[in-house]
């Protein structure tokens, strides 16, 4: 239980979830109103602001350096946030609330679970299961395997000289398209027929070798594992009809899945059987049934858990089993909040010391500023709108910078943190509100920074300070 509540409460901290008015939102108006009283301050109780924009202009190299701190601190900030953002919204876009996912009882992953046919055959029967058109229960049968697979030395991009491949083994293409609403963004799906379904005829060419004819099994696969395998071939993406080696035979791409945005993106599907014999799985993962309606597939999960009595089974809805892979988050975010920790003292030191060193260096001028007539306070605003300033440029800076991150790719490891998991491709997301946390994030830098610097300008004597 501490563990789920640390989770969600990181998860709606980074992850900006919309509960009424969050987190990030909230205190960026406080922030906000704090400083827009220090501002209405300055304006009002004449403020030598003029004094502090010069000054800050004249000192260019010293503004500059301390700008460009804040604009890498929150750049940094801004990418890492990016991935787990990304990370989120892969797992909270692969599940639906009325889908039921059934495993082996024990079984904390896909890959752990063995369901055998007969024990389970009747599961797809239950009253809560939706049908289609035809009178059949949307049910699909799946089997989930991970193949290791060499990289060719042209294509090795990052070192690495293997990939691990998560082929998804499918009884009815179609009919698990319709559970896990996904479509085809071009080609067919593979043929699923006995005798010779699921496998066409194709002609390989291969370098140095005649053309020939062999029987390649026929796969559908997502647009991420496409992009990947597509440099093994010198293409950006495998298309429908590209022929493709995996294990110990050649597959031949049917079609592409529309599946941006879900862990299907990186997966292959494939005729259960040819998945069966070729990598030694022979029972199935996962029974995925569609229900009427969330209500209906929590009520279904747990009759199930309950009362089917052919073999014990674990059950649970879709959305609960994506969100107990997000340990791989929860981890990011632990060391994301570390390196955050550790960047915001070096920032508040950095903004404390160019602070202090400005003032050792302008105490004549605070001195002759307090002669003039303006008084404590309105230099200790002075100098802090000073740091507000720096940090508020470099901030813009470094939330415009982490941007361009926003639609980047990149592969991880999502798991439970118990084993299993799945390789995954996603897309690093920057929004608005992760952008005004950026910005928050270094006006809070500024202000902690600032604020000790500004009480030591205020404290000069004037008449000890012009000797």
């Avoid at 009002?44 to 003029?50: F, Q, R, S």
């Avoid at 597509?230 to 080696?245: C, H, I, W």
């Avoid at 939330?399 to 926003?406: E, M, P, R």
């Amino acid at each position: 239980m501490q563990n789920q509540g640390f989770r969600s409460l990181f998860a709606d901290f980074l992850k900006f979830t919309e509960l009424g008015m969050d987190l990030v939102t909230t205190l960026a108006i406080y922030f906000a109103a704090v400083i827009a009283g220090f501002i209405l301050l300055a304006f009002l109780g004449k403020v030598p602001l003029k004094y502090s924009l010069r000054n800050l202009i004249v000192r260019w190299p010293i503004s500059l350096m301390t700008g460009l701190a804040f604009t890498l601190v929150i750049g940094l900030l801004m990418v890492m946030l990016a991935f787990v953002n990304g990370m989120y919204r892969l797992t909270g876009s692969s599940g639906y609330p009325d889908n039921v996912l059934v495993l082996s009882d024990g079984a904390t992953d896909e890959v752990f679970s063995h369901l055998g046919f007969r024990d389970v055959s009747e599961i797809e029967f239950h009253p809560s299961v939706q049908r289609d058109e035809k009178g059949k229960p949307l049910a699909s049968w799946e089997t989930y395997v991970i193949v290791n697979q060499p990289i060719p030395s042209h294509a090795r991009k990052d070192g690495r000289k293997r990939r691990f491949i998560q082929v998804r083994g499918i009884l009815d293409p179609e009919r698990s398209g319709q559970v896990h609403r996904l479509k085809l963004k071009s080609g067919q799906w593979f043929t699923t027929g006995e005798g010779g379904g699921g496998v066409r005829e194709v002609t390989l060419h291969e370098p140095g070798k005649e053309p020939r004819t062999i029987g390649a099994g026929e796969v559908v696969m997502g647009l991420g594992i496409a992009r990947e395998l597509g440099p093994d071939y010198r293409k950006e993406s495998l298309e429908p009809g590209d022929v493709f080696s995996l294990g110990d035979r050649y597959w031949v791409v049917a079609g592409l899945l529309d599946s941006h945005d879900s862990t299907f993106n990186s997966e292959i599907w494939a005729k259960w059987k040819t998945v069966a014999e070729r990598f030694g799985k022979e029972t199935f993962s996962t029974v995925v049934l569609k229900t009427v309606s969330p209500e209906e597939a929590q009520r279904a999960a747990k009759d199930l858990v309950q009362n089917y009595k052919k073999a014990a089974v674990q059950a649970v809805v879709e959305t609960e089993y994506y969100d107990s892979l997000n340990n791989t988050n929860q981890q990011f975010l632990i060391a994301i909040g570390f390196v955050a920790a550790i960047v915001a003292i070096g920032g508040i030191f950095g903004i404390m010391n160019t602070m202090f060193a400005a003032i050792s260096q302008r105490v004549n001028d605070i001195g002759v500023l307090r002669i003039l007539g303006f008084a404590p306070w309105q230099i200790l605003i002075s100098f802090f709108l000073e740091a507000l300033l720096l940090a508020f440029i470099g901030g813009v800076a470094g939330c415009l910078a982490g941007s361009f991150a926003d639609g980047f790719t990149a592969s991880s490891i999502m798991s439970s943190g118990t084993g299993g998991g799945k390789s995954i491709m996603l897309r690093l997301t920057v929004d608005l509100k992760m952008m005004l946390g950026g910005l928050l994030f270094s006006l809070a830098m500024g202000a902690l920074g600032g604020f000790l610097p500004a009480i030591a300008a205020m404290r000069v004597k004037p008449l000890e300070s012009l000797r």
